[in-house]
């Protein structure tokens, strides 16, 4: 019964749509930087230098937590006073200071970069990982055959990774039930709606129809996911 409650709910579906258009705009750039950062740092012919630095500098927003990142956004992009809308102003792309956060897709992206940002990283170093336990012998014995580093990548290093993708991917979809458009959400401003997602959904039907095991069953994943990447 408490399942088809759920199913038939307006906010239920809304929630589902907001949460699978949040989960693309930010899990395709995510993996996509996340890609080819490795294969830059594991580039057995153009080896950077430094590479411990610059793996820190992008895992560090992971360091971070979701809440401080959030609210460092909001003050970015404050209205009417705020770094993004002055600088807007400034070089003449907006004629007045606008209120992200009452748009709908502005939001939206705001929360799909917060998400990319803070997880793409994460995902580089779990790739690395990934990358580094593939035989080196295989390598050796593609370049002795004169194979490009492009060539390496796809018919070597991608087909290794699969079990890493596949990992990636279900920890993204399972990290992206987690509600952080909440200090997005101004008074008296209607997009909240657009960007809430499963987990504020569980919530807000279990408030309003004193749902138990049902919610809870559905979305017991949710509970992990500070522990896995968006």
Not at 85 to 109: I, Q, Y
Request: charged share 15%.
């Amino acid at each position: 019964k408490n399942f088809i409650a759920v199913l038939k709910a307006p906010t239920f579906r809304k929630s589902l749509g907001n949460t699978i258009i949040l989960w693309i705009a930010n899990f395709i750039p995510q993996i996509s930087l996340a890609l080819l950062l490795t294969a830059w740092f594991t580039s057995k012919r153009d080896e950077l230098r430094g590479q411990g630095f610059f793996k820190v500098v992008f895992y560090m927003p992971n360091i971070i937590t979701a809440a401080s990142i959030a609210i460092l956004f909001k003050a970015l992009f404050a209205y009417p006073v705020g770094p993004v809308n002055s600088l807007l102003v400034k070089l003449g792309l907006a004629s007045e200071a606008v209120n992200f956060t009452t748009k709908v897709w502005p939001t939206r992206g705001i929360i799909a970069f917060i998400q990319f940002w803070m997880w793409y990283g994460n995902t580089m170093i779990v790739l690395i990982s990934g990358v580094l336990g593939i035989n080196p012998d295989l390598y050796e014995a593609a370049e002795l055959d004169g194979a490009s580093s492009s060539q390496m990548f796809w018919k070597i290093t991608m087909p290794n990774l699969k079990t890493i993708l596949l990992y990636t991917l279900i920890t993204s979809m399972i990290g992206g039930l987690s509600p952080h458009w909440l200090v997005f959400k101004d008074k008296g401003a209607h997009t909240h709606e657009q960007v809430e997602k499963l987990q504020l959904c569980q919530i807000r039907l279990s408030v309003q129809h004193s749902f138990r095991g049902g919610i809870s069953d559905l979305l017991v994943l949710s509970d992990h996911q500070h522990h896995h990447p968006w």
